[in-house]
């Protein structure tokens, strides 16, 4: 059974801080990882999906990569502005399309 | 120009209610789902439609019965609330495609008193 663990569940910066998150899974046979934000009161956004040949993704201030074999993802966020503060979802998908997500970590940017 | 749109935003009722939540998409994709957030904030899965057919079916008590009138449409009706129930809940869509990202909408916050 998948297991993903994200760390730390919690992360605060001054604002224009490089910042570095991070995503555990327990089953390398993994199709890809996707990197979801979501903010209070709202639903997920997908920010990043990294597919399992893949080993980086970026997407403007975001860069997002994969090591399969360790079953790891890391999620860094360049220049971090206060309109980057939510939590930050890591989810693998089964061959049935079911995503299994992490807990999350709630990143505070304070200006 | 929402994509994913469910309603209603908040829902307040009391045990033993019978309660749905709608939820439509306008992005033409093949696959709807349903995911529950409980108080811990993890997130879920509990069913997914593909074509209006189920492919996903979780360990769902069987008070929670999902309707897809077509594939733009997915509705869970919840029978006998319990205060268990009380959770967010999210609809998401996608292609039937593994590598095809999700887009959800922004929740039910279902509270059963």
């Known amino acids: 059974k998948q297991e993903v663990t994200q760390i730390p569940a919690a992360l605060s910066v001054p604002e224009g801080e490089n910042l570095v998150l991070n995503c555990s899974f327990t089953d390398s046979a993994i199709y890809n990882l996707q990197w979801f934000r979501q903010d209070p009161g709202k639903g997920l956004t997908s920010l990043l999906l990294?597919?399992?040949?893949?080993r980086e993704q970026t997407s403007g201030r975001l860069n997002a990569s994969l090591d399969k074999s360790s079953g790891r993802s890391t999620l860094y966020i360049a220049a971090s502005q206060p309109g980057d503060s939510a939590t930050y979802l890591c989810?693998?998908?089964?061959?049935?399309?079911?995503?299994?997500f992490g807990k999350g970590t709630l990143l505070t940017v304070n200006p | 120009d929402t994509a994913v749109s469910q309603t209603p935003k908040y829902l307040v009722t009391q045990m033993g209610n019978d309660k749905s939540i709608k939820c439509e998409q306008n992005l033409g994709h093949d696959t709807m789902y349903w995911y529950k957030q409980d108080s811990k904030k993890f997130l879920k899965i509990m069913f997914s439609?593909?074509?209006?057919?189920?492919?996903i079916n979780e360990t769902v008590p069987n008070r929670f019965s999902p309707k897809s009138p077509d594939k733009a449409h997915l509705n869970l009706h919840i029978n006998s609330l319990e205060l268990g129930d009380s959770a967010v809940y999210f609809c998401a869509s996608s292609q039937q495609n593994i590598n095809s990202p999700l887009h959800f909408g922004n929740g039910t916050r279902l509270t059963v008193t």
């Open positions: 989810a693998v998908p089964g061959s049935n399309y079911k995503l299994t």
């Open positions: 990294i597919q399992s040949s893949q």
């Open positions: 439609y593909n074509n209006k057919e189920l492919i």
